[in-house]
């Protein structure tokens, strides 16, 4: 809300989930346990929308990297969609969000969003390969989802594309050992089987780092080789989306967007070693982060202006890094950037 209304920003990313009765929540973790104490440690979509009314959001403690059980109640609430929405355009009437709509969600937000056209030309839809093998599928789960009649022109799109999904594609295509050429062509499926549809797509999103082989030991794990290809692969797509000619004969317009991510949170743990951490979104812990090659990945990915290369839209957890980094390069000076974020690490004497 800073941001869009003080900060005069009009670009927003949300994440949604939805309540057993597909009533949307604004929430990062799809289970209730790390923002909330009295809903127990379940799925939001478990849960009826009448008793998420008014639950305080907590902040769980974090120490050795774990999250703990011990927690600080705070004064906000886990807010519904529709309050979000309302306090956004009321500071920004020009503000455009981005709606991430998850594993399976994203099908009743495009349904419902085209029954309220007060927020049209105001929300732009992103969904995933997770649950929908194809554009058909897509628009299948929209229409029985029993949008209104528009919903093709009224809604924009986002499909997005993680490049941990290109081996599955890969493999739907009955390709067991997927090379690069096969995890690219995979998604190049999956992103042209959404561009045919008659669907208003306003942007691509794929997530990449752009690293390479060299940075690769002597004995290398499959998986860890299956991670690096995957890369390369989604840097094609990249490329492919944002400068094949059909498409933009097709789409001119259509904009490509990319991610800076870092870790959620560093500790230094009781050991004197530094671990980085995700959270799973399924359960709300924390997770370690891998320590092999695949830590390149991620810290490219974490890396303010990498992305922003390619990207016309930058989803970003670290924004104030990257305009800033941004700006020196317009300047004409190249400043040194890593993905380490002080204000995520956390240390002995804050965790405990």
């Known amino acids: 809300m800073a941001a869009l209304g003080q900060g005069g920003r009009n670009l927003s990313e ?10 949307a929540i604004v929430s990062h973790d799809l289970n ?3 923002v909330s104490e009295k809903l127990g440690d379940k799925l939001f979509n478990e849960i009826h929308s009448s008793k998420i009314k008014d639950v305080p959001v907590i902040i769980r403690e ?39 709509g998850r594993n399976y969600e994203a099908h009743v937000i495009v349904a419902w969003l085209s029954h309220r056209p007060e927020y049209h030309q ?15 599928a897509f628009v299948d789960a929209v229409l029985n989802a029993q949008p209104a009649s528009a919903w093709r022109k009224s809604i924009a799109l ?24 096969d995890l690219y062509l995979a998604g190049k499926a999956w992103f042209d089987s959404m561009l045919m549809q008659d669907m208003r797509i306003v942007a691509a999103h794929v997530v990449f780092s752009g690293v390479t082989r060299n940075l690769l030991g002597q004995v290398v794990d499959k998986d860890v080789l299956l991670a690096f290809d995957s890369d390369q692969a989604a840097v094609r797509l990249a490329y492919y989306l944002k400068e094949d000619t059909m498409i933009r004969a097709k789409r001119p317009h259509l ?23 995700s959270i799973d979104i399924k359960t709300g812990r924390a997770r370690r982060h891998e320590t ?28 104030e890094d990257e305009m800033a980094i941004w700006e020196w390069r317009n300047q004409g000076i190249d400043r040194e950037v890593s993905h380490l974020s002080p204000h995520l690490d956390l240390n002995i004497e804050t965790s405990k």
């Not at 949300?14 to 009533?23: G, P, R």
């Not at 986002?158 to 050429?181: G, I, K, N, S, Y």
């Not at 991510?261 to 500790?267: E, K, P, S, T």
């Not at 695949?294 to 810290?299: N, P």
């Open 292 to 319: 092999d090659e695949r830590k390149h990945i991620r810290w490219r990915k974490g890396t303010p202006g990498n992305s922003a290369t390619i990207a016309d839209w930058v989803i970003s957890d670290r924004p």
């Open 122 to 136: 105001r929300v732009v839809v992103l969904f995933y390969t997770f649950e929908y093998p194809h554009g058909g």
């Open 32 to 34: 209730t346990w790390r």
């Open 158 to 181: 986002m499909p997005a594309l993680f490049p941990e999904e290109l081996c599955r594609l890969a493999r739907l295509r009955q390709v067991t050992e997927p090379t690069v050429d």
């Open 14 to 23: 949300l994440d949604v989930c939805l309540t057993s009765d597909n009533v």
């Open 255 to 277: 904009k490509f967007a990319a991610v800076t991510r870092c870790y959620d949170f560093a500790a230094l743990l009781d050991s004197g070693e530094r671990g980085e951490f």
């Open 62 to 100: 974090v120490s050795n990297g774990i999250i703990q059980d011990k927690y600080l109640e705070t004064i906000d609430h886990i807010p519904l969609l529709t309050e979000i929405f309302s306090k956004v355009f009321l500071a920004n009437s020009d503000a455009t969000i981005f709606l991430d």
